[in-house]
């Protein structure tokens, strides 16, 4: 059976720069799922053309658009890029010019030239939890992030921050508290296996 092998991580997106390729419907759904988890994320876009609804939703969060074809100078200074146009070629040469460079890239739809993919997000408060399919399916992705959306209480950021503050008053070095943290916490595991039975 093969394995998912990809290295979960939560990226702070408004910390690093963002280039999108591509202005059609890819980019556009792209750009909606970054700002979606990350109405700070700091993106820059580059197309010789944009729809409206890409336009309005940039307008709307800050988003740099560049009309211009793609050229590799579009990534100095960019931590991670997405291509997202119609044209392979061009994607290709976007991935082959971010790997000389050391920067991350995913081409839309082609997970071969994909250093990450951009899964399935379930987001509650300060709870995120992230959904792979190691690319293979994000139609399971979705179907997954809707379940999870539906088991995840909604009062579970409350429960988030109140541990938090429990945490600021327990004594000891980082071990210590990470074993009381984890008996304090395992009574509401067992309190929902309890629940189902």
């Not at 092998?5 to 939560?10: I, R, S």
């Not at 820059?44 to 709307?60: D, G, W």
């Not at 460079?101 to 997970?111: E, G, M, R, S, T």
């Not at 000891?172 to 508290?177: V, Y």
């Amino acid at each position: 059976m093969e394995k998912n092998e990809l290295y979960p991580v939560f990226l702070k997106v408004s910390q690093l720069n963002i280039l999108i390729v591509g202005g059609g419907n890819v980019a556009h759904e792209k750009l909606t799922f970054l700002l979606k988890s990350s109405p700070n994320a700091n993106v820059v876009m580059v197309s010789p053309m944009f729809r409206e609804v890409t336009i309005e939703l940039a307008n709307k969060f800050g988003v740099h658009m560049q009309h211009n074809s793609y050229d590799a100078e579009f990534l100095e200074g960019k931590h991670m890029v997405i291509a997202t146009t119609d044209n392979v070629t061009v994607n290709e040469q976007v991935y082959h010019d971010c790997r000389a460079k050391n920067i991350l890239v995913n081409v839309a739809d082609n997970p071969p030239f994909c250093d990450f993919y951009m899964g399935g997000i379930v987001t509650k408060g300060n709870v995120k939890v992230a959904i792979s399919t190691n690319g293979k399916s994000p139609t399971t992705a979705k179907r997954l992030r809707q379940f999870f959306e539906d088991v995840i209480p909604e009062n579970i950021d409350d429960l988030v921050k109140n541990l938090n503050e429990y945490r600021k008053t327990i004594k000891g070095d980082f071990e210590q508290k990470v074993e009381t943290l984890n008996e304090f916490t395992k009574g509401l595991v067992n309190k929902k296996e309890g629940d189902e039975n």
